[in-house]
Nanobody, 128 residues
Framework: QVQLQESGGGLVQAGGSLRLSCATS????????MAWFRQAPGKGREFLVA???????????YYADSVEGRFTASRDDARIALYLQMNSLEPQDSAVYYC??????????????????WGQGTQVTVSS
C-alpha cells in the first residue's frame, strides 16, 4: 500500500507561482508511475502531467497541452516525492490538485482510472 500526501496549495494572485509537493509513504515508491490531476467545482478530474521512472534517477514527463510550458513536474532522486512547479497561474487554474500513483505504466496515463493510489488533494485558488 502507498499513501500520498499533497501540500503547497494556497491562494495566489494571477500571474503568480506555486510549488506543490506530493510525499509518499508505505511500501517503496521507487518506480511508481506518478501524476498530477486537478478538479474544479462541477467538473471532472483533469489530467495535468504524468511521470514515468526510467532508471538511474531519470524519468520522462507527459504533459497535458493546457499546462505544458507553464507547469513543470519533477521527482526527487530517491523517487519518493513528486513536485509540480506552477507558473503564470490564471484564475481558471483554481481547483483541488491531486497526486496519483500507479504500479504499472500505461499509455492511457491521462485517464484517472488507471491510478491505484490517490492523495486527498490540496486547494489552489488563483485570484484575478
Amino acid at each position: 500500500q502507498v499513501q500520498l500526501q499533497e501540500s503547497g496549495g494556497g491562494l495566489v494572485q494571477a500571474g503568480g507561482s506555486l510549488r506543490l509537493s506530493c510525499a509518499t509513504s508505505g511500501r517503496t515508491a521507487q518506480g511508481l508511475f506518478m501524476a498530477w490531476f486537478r478538479q474544479a467545482p462541477g467538473k471532472g478530474r483533469e489530467f495535468l502531467v504524468a511521470t514515468k521512472w526510467i532508471a538511474h534517477g531519470s524519468y520522462v514527463a507527459y504533459y497535458a497541452d493546457s499546462v505544458e510550458g507553464r507547469f513543470t513536474a519533477s521527482r526527487d532522486d530517491a523517487r519518493i516525492a513528486l513536485y509540480l512547479q506552477m507558473n503564470s497561474l490564471e484564475p481558471q487554474d483554481s481547483a483541488v490538485y491531486y497526486c496519483a500513483a500507479g504500479s504499472y505504466f500505461s499509455t492511457n496515463y491521462h485517464s484517472p482510472t488507471i491510478y491505484e493510489y490517490w492523495g486527498q488533494g490540496t486547494q489552489v485558488t488563483v485570484s484575478s
